[in-house]
């Protein structure tokens, strides 16, 4: 196991730095309301300027939060000693796979096959 320990290193960085972009995130929400309340200009335009950095934030939140999601994820598996074995088939997800990837909780071939099943889920 000592080969995932700097794995491991890797997931504990890429968790505190998500964790940075989500509260920084938060952050510029907040001042991004002050600074509406306190304008006395409502015109069209910018409010769908508004709106579309709000969406676009949304977006990135989400990312963000998916990402960290998964660290902590396979945070926990180290933890648990089940740290590189897939969620799906429990078979060892290959080495080079988790260095390109250190978060994967998936196997190659069931990611694969995940993929192509959310697909072929979304109508048309
Ligand atoms: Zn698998």
Do not use: W
């Not at 938060?26 to 950095?53: H, I, L």
């Not at 429990?90 to 250190?102: H, S």
């Amino acid at each position: 196991m000592t080969v995932f320990t700097e794995l491991y290193d890797r997931l504990k960085e890429e968790q505190k730095h998500l964790k940075n972009e989500l509260q920084q995130l938060k952050v510029e929400e907040k001042s991004a309301d002050e600074q509406r309340e306190g304008s006395p200009f409502g015109k069209r335009e910018e409010g769908a300027t508004e709106a579309f950095e709000l969406e676009k934030r949304l977006a990135l939140e989400r990312r963000l939060s998916d990402a960290l999601a998964e660290v902590e994820h396979a945070l926990k598996k180290y933890e648990a000693g089940t740290y590189g074995i897939c969620d799906l088939c429990t078979q060892p997800i290959e080495t080079a796979r988790l260095e390109a990837l250190p978060h994967a909780n998936l196997c190659l071939e069931c990611k694969v096959r995940q993929t192509k099943n959310a697909r072929s889920r979304t109508p048309r």
